[in-house]
Nanobody
């Protein structure tokens, strides 16, 4: 069974940047679509971004378009989420998830494997 390890969260001032990493363990990145979700206190979990098995097709929720970039590195079995121009409303626990089905989806039910969350806090 594939395992995911997320890291890279932290505390940053508004306008700053962070890069999250999601390492695929026990399998090959190329076999999975990988998505990032986030959940803020008192809010529902939200799909943020996804990269398809081809590492070319991507999806972003509207609120992060132009600020976040998702990418995959097959050699490192890792997916990155580069987050620039961070805003206080980006504060949440970010988790990565894997689906063996090709194609991206914002629905959490599509993804069968989940990594632990990493906290992102953006101060104003």
């Amino acid at each position: 069974e594939v395992q995911l390890q997320a890291s890279g969260g932290g505390l940053v001032q508004g306008g700053g940047s962070l890069r999250l990493s999601c390492i695929v363990i026990g399998s090959t990145l190329d076999d999975y679509s990988i998505a990032w979700f986030r959940q803020a206190p008192g809010k529902e979990r939200e799909g943020v971004s996804c990269i398809n098995t081809d590492h070319q097709s991507t999806w972003y929720t509207d609120s992060v378009k132009g600020r976040f970039t998702i990418s995959g590195d097959s050699a490192r079995n890792t997916v990155y989420l580069q987050m620039n121009s961070l805003k206080p409303e980006d504060t949440a626990v970010y988790s990565c998830a894997a689906s063996s089905r090709a194609g991206c989806s914002r629905s959490a039910s599509r993804y069968g494997s989940w990594g632990q969350g990493t906290q992102v806090t953006v101060s104003s």
